[in-house]
């Protein structure tokens, strides 16, 4: 099977380190973001290829399909890692910040999916990565829309599941708690003090951290592995 994966958000963060490992493990690898960036530069990998990409626009989605399509480039293994926040409390909650969110880390769920799904049913083999939160398993304070969107990915991956494992395709969910990434710069290293007194193992979770565990569900070792929801988060949310 062609070693062939897609990474979306792949410019910074847990998607770049996430095409990184795959980088190390053989894997051509193609990332995507929606600014210009240089992911061969970025994980000293001259044959990795990097995509401008907008997740909101369905039609930069089909382009890039028929441009893989056309160089044999079509991806074995997705994950579905881009994703934003738009936190505010619910009562003062803007129409904007539902839809951008929604639209970005859920409907550009399916639309990626959607589009790069029937090779793998074809080559009866393929592995969907969807990157969660901890925020969609047990909710968050100022991030319904957030926390909405990656509970749904919850229902996605498993109903994929579902349809696909037939397929030899498996479709599982990483659910990261607090990583030190951009997207929680926001918190000062007091409030991150404070965050971390609920984390049984006390710290925030490297990018690394995460990246493995995406790599592993990528991986022969996890062939039987479907419809998952794999915490990485130190203990934060236990079922
Ligand atoms: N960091 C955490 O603590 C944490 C915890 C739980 C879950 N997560 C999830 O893990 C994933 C990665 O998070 P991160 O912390 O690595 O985030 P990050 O550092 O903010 O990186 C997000 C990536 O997504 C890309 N992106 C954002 N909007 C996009 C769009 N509309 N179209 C295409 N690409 C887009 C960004 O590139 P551009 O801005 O250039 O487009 C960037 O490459 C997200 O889905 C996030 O929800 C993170």
């Given at each position: 099977?062609s070693?062939?994966?897609?990474?979306t958000?792949?410019?910074?963060?847990?998607?770049?380190e996430?095409?990184?490992?795959?980088?190390?493990?053989?894997?051509?690898?193609?990332?995507?973001?929606?600014?210009?960036?240089?992911?061969?530069e970025?994980?000293?990998?001259?044959?990795?290829?990097?995509?401008?990409?907008?997740?909101?626009?369905?039609?930069?989605?089909?382009?890039?399909?028929?441009?893989?399509?056309?160089?044999?480039?079509?991806?074995?293994?997705?994950?579905?890692?881009?994703?934003?926040?738009?936190?505010?409390?619910?009562?003062?909650m803007?129409?904007?910040?539902?839809?951008?969110?929604?639209?970005?880390?859920?409907?550009?769920?399916?639309?990626?999916?959607?589009?790069?799904?029937?090779?793998m049913?074809?080559?009866?083999?393929?592995?969907?990565?969807?990157?969660?939160?901890v925020?969609?398993?047990?909710?968050?304070?100022?991030?319904?829309?957030?926390?909405?969107?990656?509970?749904?990915?919850?229902?996605?991956?498993?109903?994929?599941?579902?349809?696909?494992?037939?397929?030899?395709?498996?479709?599982?969910v990483?659910?990261?708690?607090?990583?030190?990434?951009?997207?929680?710069?926001?918190?000062?290293?007091?409030?991150?003090?404070?965050?971390?007194?609920?984390?049984p193992?006390?710290?925030?979770?490297?990018?690394?951290?995460?990246?493995?565990?995406?790599?592993?569900?990528?991986?022969?070792?996890?062939?039987?592995?479907?419809g998952?929801t794999?915490?990485?988060?130190?203990?934060?949310?236990m079922?």
């Open positions: 099977m070693k062939i994966v897609l990474v958000g792949a410019s910074r963060g847990i998607g770049l996430a095409a990184k490992h795959f980088s190390k493990e053989g894997y051509k690898v193609i990332g995507t973001s929606r600014g210009e960036f240089n992911l061969g970025l994980i000293g990998d001259d044959s990795a290829i990097s995509v401008q990409l907008d997740l909101m626009s369905r039609e930069s989605i089909k382009n890039l399909f028929a441009d893989l399509k056309s160089e044999d480039l079509l991806p074995s293994v997705l994950v579905n890692n881009a994703g934003i926040t738009k936190d505010q409390l619910f009562l003062r803007k129409d904007e910040d539902w839809d951008d969110v929604i639209e970005t880390n859920l409907n550009g769920l399916f639309r990626v999916t959607k589009a790069f799904i029937k090779p049913v074809k080559n009866k083999f393929g592995r969907i990565i969807n990157i969660s939160s925020a969609g398993l047990m909710g968050n304070s100022g991030q319904v829309n957030y926390s909405s969107s990656k509970s749904a990915m919850v229902g996605f991956s498993r109903s994929l599941a579902k349809e696909l494992g037939s397929r030899n395709i498996t479709s599982n990483v659910a990261p708690g607090f990583i030190e990434t951009d997207m929680t710069t926001f918190l000062n290293d007091d409030e991150k003090v404070e965050v971390s007194k609920n984390i193992m006390k710290r925030f979770g490297s990018v690394q951290d995460v990246a493995k565990c995406i790599v592993f569900l990528a991986s022969d070792e996890a062939n039987y592995i479907t998952q794999i915490s990485v988060d130190g203990g934060l949310f079922y």
